[in-house]
């Protein structure tokens, strides 16, 4: 036992499936068996522009036919589920917590072979991966963000728990299941020696559930004892700093796919020898540029890891080979970090210039009456009180505070609407099942614009204002449609030009 895991698994003694890579069917019997087998690129413009001086290749794992790496895992651990009979076709129902990419491939896994899925995972996953999920065929079930792994309401909890609930419900659980890094150490890593002949001198490749790094660095070490295995983990992530293990706050960052508040066992840190920390803001960037530099349709986690990879293989000298593992696609993200409008709503891009228009640089007034009275309740109200507030306010959205009056969410009439529908019009959950956490908000201790207000409106039906005080409480003061915006543009436009 180190560091709160158990000793990781010895990937030579478990049965092993390696596929031949220089030969492929003329004709797949199913999607299924197309997964893996992802081309390696050669990376560019980044390196020159980074001063590189070794070759750098790109592992394309977002071209697998679910869209991520995790397809490999969610495949290999069905069927060796299958050959031990813990799974029965027409019978099981698979349940599994994930950020998603790994739901998606049991999903695709339960399409093709008719199994009942149930995904769990939490908010700040992304609107695409849910749709994804959905026409799969899964049934999905939203967690809090901010839970801890270890309180009841994570996904991990909340699966478990589901699993008991629920007759011959089975949890593969990617954290702990020897098929994670094995599917890695048998495909992936086979992969990357057969493309480069065997001569690789740096790995770099995200944290998650860290089989990935673990099953591939296994491998590479093997056959190139040489190579150096970077490891990268998102600040707010306790991966690469065990000894955080037991701390109290969970940090949100936005990156999906990397990073966890516990050591998994499909973690083998002695397998590593390098761990490179990365923030929101270069990950994302570097994510974009990926895409418009070197043409590759990927995810955050995939920005993250060539930050990382930047950042490692300067220590690498001309003629050496770093490969950096790109986990999943562009489709996940298409309202998220590939929106200019949600990059500079998260401050992870300037908000655009524009001279011409008279009210665009215009700072935010408490008093401006474009930003129109918000009416909040407590986060105790009952669900009946928040939605006859709803229907007595005429309000299409209110403000739920927590004891300090800080705001922790918004009930909406949207969102209730449609809660309401798939709950057959029922009123006895718990008003916290209502609460919308993602929204748009600009606070005026930050003296935002109204170009930036005009920009979240280009995505979002309204912005909250809020405003932050000495104890870091966040008042609501009121809120903002793209109506009072036209309204008070208009209006003030035409006392500005004197008609």
Known sequence: ????????????????????????????????????????????????????????????????????????????????????????????????????????????????????????????????????????????????????????????????????????????????????????????????????????????????????????????????????????????????????????????????????DFLPRTLDRKIIDKWIKTDDTASLQMSRRLIKEEGLLCGGSSGAAMCAAVQAAKSLKAGQKCVVLLPDNIRNYMTKFISDQWMEAQNFKPIPKNDKLWWWNKTLDEDDDLIQPIKSLPNNTSTDEAVSALRENKASVISIVDNKGSISGVITADNTRMRLANLDGSFTEKLEKFIVKKYYKVDLSNSPTLGAVSRILDIARFVIVVKTDKSNIQKPIGVITSENLLSYVTNKGNQVNGK
């Open 1 to 260: 036992m180190e560091n709160g895991t158990s000793d990781f698994f010895n990937l030579k003694e478990l049965p092993h499936v390696v596929r031949a890579l220089d030969r492929n069917l003329k004709v797949q019997e199913n999607i299924l068996n197309v997964i893996g087998n992802t081309p390696i690129v050669k990376l560019n413009k980044i390196p020159k522009q980074e001063g590189i001086q070794c070759d750098m290749y790109a592992k394309c794992e977002f071209l697998n036919p679910g869209g991520s790496v995790k397809d490999r895992i969610a495949y290999r651990m069905v069927l060796e589920a299958e050959q031990k009979g813990i799974l029965i076709p027409g019978k099981s129902v698979i349940i599994e917590p994930t950020s998603g990419n790994t739901g998606i491939g049991l999903a695709l896994a339960s399409a093709v072979k008719g199994y009942r899925c149930i995904i769990v995972l939490p908010e700040k996953m992304s609107d695409e991966k849910v749709n994804t999920l959905k026409a799969l065929g899964a049934e999905i079930i939203r967690t809090p963000t901010e839970a801890a792994s270890s309180s009841p309401e994570s996904n991990i909890n909340v699966a478990l728990r589901l699993s008991k609930e629920i007759p011959n419900a089975v949890v593969l659980d990617q954290y702990n299941n020897p098929c994670n890094p094995l599917a890695h150490y048998d495909g992936t890593a086979e992969e990357i020696l057969w493309s480069l002949d065997d001569d690789v001198d740096m790995v770099v490749i995200g944290a998650g559930t860290c089989g990935t790094v673990s099953g591939v660095g296994h491998k590479i070490k093997e056959r190139c004892p040489k190579c150096i295995v970077v490891a990268v983990d998102p600040h707010g992530s306790i991966l690469a700093e065990p000894e955080e293990l037991n701390k109290s706050d969970v940090e949100i960052y936005q990156v999906e796919g990397i990073g966890y």
